[in-house]
């Protein structure tokens, strides 16, 4: 018989106590595929030792006799001791084989005694030209299953015929030779199928080659024998072929980044690099399937595209569960994630439109669980680097308010860097989330409304303990705020909807510290009105001045929080001029209690005409002074109870001991400040009833007025 492989000698048959050297019974594939690696080896050797056993079991079930049985073993156990992977292989291919027939001792001896002759299965013999194994090492591949398929109908036609009843185990010998070379040509189908990706390009007649045999032994072993015949055994080759590529991907896909060079970056850096070589690796295999594999393939009518796909998707899912359990750190997990997002499922992946990744038949590239795990983990390293970021730009404010330098204006508005600080970091994590899903999206909203909410608390604390606080640095930090709230909040306006009432809360601290500033500076103004030096001079002009310059400040401020400001100073003017003029140092008669009344209707009148000049809106407040001062001089009488009547009408947050304060600005009689003290009554029980300030629209100006009780009131109460 001629060898598969020319110049391939035959094995030795060795005593069972002598070492064996492992010798490979047919040797078919080409020199390309002799680099396998052990474990294809492994499978290879174990698939051709699935071979005998079959044969061993099919013909010892027709074998009769001991003799027969003992014929059929020594034939079996020759194949097995020259196989190079026999030790290996015996277990799993061959289970049971410790507990198979024992050997009589005149067959061992037999066998020890042939231990000088060498002994490989034999090649059938060809018809005509070249040899089943000379087909195979040419990756003739259609032509020697062809050659094979004649020698097996025809050997299947003999044993129907009975022809080896009398020496089954020829049958047996001829029988596992057919079965060897279709195993040999399995293997050499996975050995091209390995070389496809390879340095060496794509050989379309090899695919092709593969692809005809593969549907040929199809056509020819459509489903098992009815007979149990193991010859006529499927062989499952399209199974093998795309086992072949499943392997054939995942070698190419481990080779990523395999190989890590000593100075490899750390962190964000050091997984960035091995999912860039993993992306291109698979982008330019895909290609080379796309437009080399797929078509050698097509031609014979054979779906490379989709098990080459799969084949890729399901090794980069494996390697990237790998990374994943290796990924440290905010920024780590981010690469991870948004690689699997975004860069794998992109349309450019393949580098060109024709060519996507279809997500249809394609399960996740990480499972459930390990997703939710990853943008767990993901949530819990950026809910800590958040806060140290707004830690950071509380360190930015803190150190431009030690540099006691003003804020700019911009656009005639006070300007400082926190709302742009803390818009861009809000941005920049909600969008580099959601890229990745909206639940994470969903997720860092929450993560940054917290923060920043906290963040308000640190920072108002931190400013007004430190020694910038001025007019201008409150004007920068109520705009700040202010655009939080209108900018930041109405691009998310449900996740972030939380954040209004801080925000308000802040801005609110800032305009009272802001009002307080002021109110430092003139208070002591106030208390040289109504005296004896308010009547000749001129003493209400330097506190307005100080007013003026303190709201052009105020235009600076964003509305309406300039405005509110304004107007609060607009009501404490009124309201400190109110308590000046109802607790007197001293009270004026005759000629100076009329200078005093026109004295403070020219002073209110000043007033007016400054708050209008600045555009405060808070003409309410317009009416206050001129009706005390109308009280304060009226020479007829039975006009003041008018005069308390309009002053009630439009501030009925006044109280009893107001209107007694009022009434002893003036000597009017016991009688008659009985009287109107019981009108007033009945007209403050009135505008009680009728809901008290709510009637001014919530106007308040009297009820924060405290008057001290003195002789003079209680004269006038007695």
């Known amino acids: 018989m001629s060898s598969p492989r020319k110049g391939t000698s035959r094995p030795e048959l060795h005593s069972p106590k002598e070492p064996v050297e492992p010798q490979t019974p047919v040797q078919g594939t080409q020199q390309a595929s002799s680099g396998d690696t052990p474990s294809t080896q492994h499978e290879d050797t174990c698939l051709i030792l699935g071979t005998f056993r079959r044969a061993f079991s099919q ?19 020759r194949a097995v001791d020259d196989s190079p992977a026999a030790d290996q292989c015996q277990a799993t291919a061959v289970p049971g084989a410790g507990q198979g027939p024992e050997v009589p001792p005149t067959v061992a001896d037999g066998v020890s005694q042939q231990r000088s002759t060498r002994v490989v299965p034999e090649e059938p013999e060809p018809e005509a030209g070249q040899s089943v194994a000379d087909l195979i090492a040419e990756r003739q591949l259609l032509a020697a299953f062809k050659q094979l398929q004649h020698l097996e109908t025809r050997l299947v036609a003999e044993n129907v015929s009975r022809t080896f009843e009398q020496n089954p185990t020829d049958f047996a010998r001829r029988a596992m030779d057919v079965c060897l070379h279709y195993d040999v040509l399995a293997t050499e189908i996975a050995a091209i199928v390995r070389e496809t990706l390879g340095p060496d390009g794509v050989d379309a007649a090899s695919l092709a080659e593969v692809a005809h045999v593969v549907r040929a032994e199809e056509e020819a072993h459509p489903m098992p024998a009815a007979d149990g015949d193991f010859l006529r055994t499927p062989r499952r080759w399209r199974q093998h072929w795309e086992q072949a590529v499943r392997r054939s991907a995942q070698e190419r896909v481990q080779q990523a980044g395999a190989k890590e060079p000593p100075e490899a970056a750390e962190g964000a850096a050091g997984l960035a690099r ?59 997990l981010y690469i991870l994630l948004d690689w699997a997002a975004n860069v794998y499922r992109s349309p450019n992946f393949l580098g060109s439109p024709d060519l996507t990744l279809s997500t249809e038949p394609l399960p996740p590239l990480l499972a459930p669980e390990v997703w939710a795990g990853l943008e767990s983990d993901y949530t819990s390293f950026l809910e800590s680097k958040i806060a140290s970021c707004f830690d950071g730009i509380l360190q930015l404010e803190q150190s431009s308010w030690a540099a006691a330098k003003p804020p700019d204006v911009l656009q005639g508005r006070y300007h400082t860097q926190l709302s742009i600080d803390v818009h861009m970091l809000v941005a920049e994590h909600v969008k580099a989330a959601g890229a990745i899903s909206a639940e994470l999206e969903a997720t860092t909203l929450r993560i940054c409304g917290r923060a920043l909410g906290l963040f308000l608390r640190r920072f108002e604390k931190a400013f007004l303990e430190s020694e910038a606080v001025s007019e201008p640095h409150l004007g920068a930090n109520i705009n700040a705020c202010e655009e939080l709230r209108t900018s930041l909040l109405a691009r998310f306006p449900r996740a972030l909807a939380e954040l209004e009432k801080p925000l308000v809360a802040t801005i609110c601290v800032f305009q009272k510290h802001l009002l307080q500033a002021l109110q430092r500076d003139v208070q002591p103004l106030f208390r040289v009105l109504c005296t004896k030096t308010w009547l000749t001079q001129d003493v209400l002009q330097p506190l307005m001045d100080k007013v003026v310059a303190f709201a052009q400040c105020l235009e600076h401020v964003a509305p309406p929080h300039g405005q509110e400001t304004l107007q609060e100073v607009h009501r404490y003017v009124i309201r400190e001029y109110l308590t000046q003029a109802l607790r007197p140092h001293e009270r004026f008669r005759g000629i100076d209690r009329v200078t005093g009344s026109e004295r403070m209707g020219q002073d209110a009148q000043a007033i007016g005409n400054t708050f209008q000049s600045l555009g405060s809106e808070a003409t309410w407040l317009g009416h206050a002074i001129p009706c005390v001062a109308d009280i304060l001089g009226e020479t007829y009488k039975d006009n003041i109870q008018q005069h308390l009547e309009t002053l009630i009408r439009n501030y009925p947050d006044i109280r009893q001991d107001h209107v007694l304060a009022i009434l002893a600005l003036r000597r009017l009689g016991r009688r008659r400040n009985q009287r109107l003290l019981q009108h007033a009554q009945d007209l403050l029980r009135a505008a009680a009833t009728a809901g008290g300030s709510r009637t001014s629209g919530g106007h308040v100006l009297f009820e924060e007025i405290e008057v001290p009780t003195s002789v003079d009131m209680l004269i006038t109460c007695i």
Do not use: I, M, N
């Open 59 to 77: 013909t010892s079930k027709q074998a009769s006799g001991r003799a027969h049985s003992s014929f059929l073993f020594r034939s079996f156990r």
């Open 274 to 332: 091995p999912l860039a070589e993993l992306g291109s690796l698979v982008r330019s295999d895909l290609q080379k399937v796309k437009e080399e594999v797929q078509p050698a393939y097509e031609a014979a009518g054979f779906p490379a595209w989709e098990t080459y796909l799969r084949a890729f998707h399901d090794a980069v899912a494996q390697r990237l569960q790998e990374l994943a359990r290796d990924a440290r750190g905010c920024e780590e």
